[in-house]
Every structure is written in C-alpha cells, then in structure tokens.
C-alpha cells in the first residue's frame, strides 16, 4: 500500500508495541488456548461452511450466496487479528511494525465494515423471501446479489480507506505502547502528538454511515417481515419464520451493539479495558458464532452436511 509506505517514511515511530488483553502473567497461557480454541472453531466453521455451499449445489440459492460470503468475511477479519493477539500471549514484547500496523488497521476495517453491509443485505433478502415470495426470484437475481454484494465490499473499502488515510497523516509520540491486543482506531489516537480532532469526527461520521445505513435496513426490513409473519394463518408457518429470523437478529444484535458501545461513545465514559472486551465481541466472539447461528440449526445445511460425509472419497 502505497499510503502506508509513505506514511512510515514520514513518521517519527517505527513500530507499535501491543499490551495486549491483559498483564497478569498467570492468565496469560490459559488465554492463549482459549482463545486459540476460539480461532480453530472459527477458521474450521466458516472454511466448513464455505465449502459446504460450494460443494452442493442446491444450496446455490440468494441467502446462501450471501452466507459464503459472510462465512469469507469471519474468516479473513479474524484471521487479521486473532494470530497477532495470540502472539502476545507468548511473547513478552509483542512488537508490530508502523507499516504492518496500519495494513491491519485497514483489512480490519475492511472486513468488520464489510460484515455489517452483508448482514444487512441478508436481512434484505429475507424481506424479499418472507414478504414476497412469488417474486422473490425476480428481486433476488444474480445480478440484484452481485450488485448487492459489490456495494457491500465498496462501502467496506471506502470506510477502511477514510480512517487509515485520516491515521496515517498523524505523527505519534515516542511512547509507543498501544493499549489493545490490535491496532485499532481509539487506541491509536491516544498515541498521536497532533490533533486528533479530525480523526474523531471521522470515526462518527463514517461509523455511524456504517452502522446506522446497515441498522436502519435491517430494522425496517424485519419491521415488514414481522408484519407479514402476523399475517400467517399457520401455527407452523409461523413458527418456521420466527426461527428463521431469530438467529439472525441475535448476531447482528451482538454485532451492532458492541460496535456502538465501543466507537459512538466518547473515550472518556469507556475506559479501555472495557473496549478490549466490547472489541472481542465482533473481532471474536461474532466469527465464530455466526457458522453456529445461522448454519447448524439449518435444515438444508443439515442435509448437505450428511450428503457430503457420506459421499465415498473415491465414487
């Protein structure tokens, strides 16, 4: 990336030096497998699904073309943070450098941006398939899905590249230590020497564009949804579209709520440690669940998943 290369010629600090989650040494081997077992359950879930999808073909459908791609998002925006984060466990000094940090900044708003625009067209494609379902496969083309899917990675490029371009014109101070496990916005302005006035004026415009487009779609969308479900004469009907939705509302709640609290309140009502733990929500938490939540309580997958093990290797 040429910014970031630019950037580091440019600045005073040559490297970052992560605290981490926490600085008691006794917690700190426990944590490690935690949190390493939460990275396997994520990387092993989400490649699992994708490849579930990918590999059967009645499941080539608009909810499960968006669900491999919200299954490729988990895993390449945890895959950004948690094997750094599990380095500071081990290491006594995790050090990381100018450059690399600002790479990390930036695919990790990349995707975190990108997970909230695809939940949101997934809670529109429910819409569409709840509300009306004799045209649903008009509305849901493959060519509705890739413009769809196109705006969601653009809005995910344009917010990582507003907030790593607004982090690279600061200088930093010569105390370099970053109070987070990952090179985050919030944290990275504590460090800076200059003004930070534009950068936090940047964070509520834009996060909020990223949270607030993406909340209010899924808000007006399960607002019809419910609508039409109140209409159903069937018990069964009923029931099968309020599981449906259920899981969803639960991770984009997850999801929105810890992003909310974490960057739309000012610093001085969230101390740290208490936004190193609203973070592991969405960098962790959110990643591994979301293969759970909205997969396995799934019939279709259930049947794809008993097709492809039962499939002889070599038939």
Do not use: W
Not at 71 to 85: E, Q
Not at 255 to 279: C, E, I, R
């Amino acid at each position: 990336m040429p910014l970031v290369r630019m950037a580091a010629e440019n600045s005073s600090v040559t490297e970052f030096i992560l605290s981490g989650l926490t600085n008691q040494p006794e917690l700190q081997i426990p944590l490690f497998f935690l949190f390493l077992g939460f990275y396997v359950v994520t990387v092993v879930g989400n490649l699992g699904l994708i490849t579930l999808i990918g590999l059967n073909s009645h499941l080539h459908t608009p909810m499960y073309f968006f669900l491999f791609n919200l299954s490729f998002i988990d895993f390449c925006y945890s895959t950004v943070i948690t094997p750094k984060m599990l380095m500071n466990f081990v290491l006594r000094k995790n050090v990381i450098s100018y450059a690399g940090c600002m790479t990390q900044l930036f695919f990790f708003l990349f995707f975190v941006v990108s997970e909230s625009f695809i939940l949101s067209a997934m809670a529109y494609d429910r819409y569409a398939a709840i509300c009306n379902p004799l045209v649903y496969t008009a509305t849901m083309s493959p060519q509705v899905c890739f413009l769809l899917l196109l705006g969601v990675y653009v809005m995910g490029f344009a917010g990582a590249m507003a907030h790593t371009a607004c982090m690279v014109r600061l200088t930093f101070c010569a105390n370099n230590l970053v109070d987070h496990y990952m090179c985050d916005i919030l944290p990275l302005l504590e460090r800076s020497c200059t003004s930070t006035y534009v950068n936090e004026l940047v964070v509520f415009v834009v996060v909020g564009i990223d949270i607030g487009v993406p909340t209010v779609t899924i808000f007006i969308s399960y607002a019809l949804i419910l609508s039409s479900i109140l209409r159903i004469h069937s018990t069964k009907g009923r029931s099968k579209a309020f599981s449906t939705c259920s899981s969803h509302i639960i991770a984009v709640s997850l999801f929105f709520g810890s992003g909310a609290f974490m960057y739309l309140k000012p610093s001085s009502l969230l101390p740290m440690n208490q936004g190193k733990v609203s973070s592991l929500f969405y960098t962790i938490v959110v990643p591994m669940l979301n293969p759970l939540i909205y997969s396995l309580r799934n019939k279709d997958v259930k049947i794809a998943l008993k097709k492809t093990l039962s499939k002889k290797p070599f038939s």
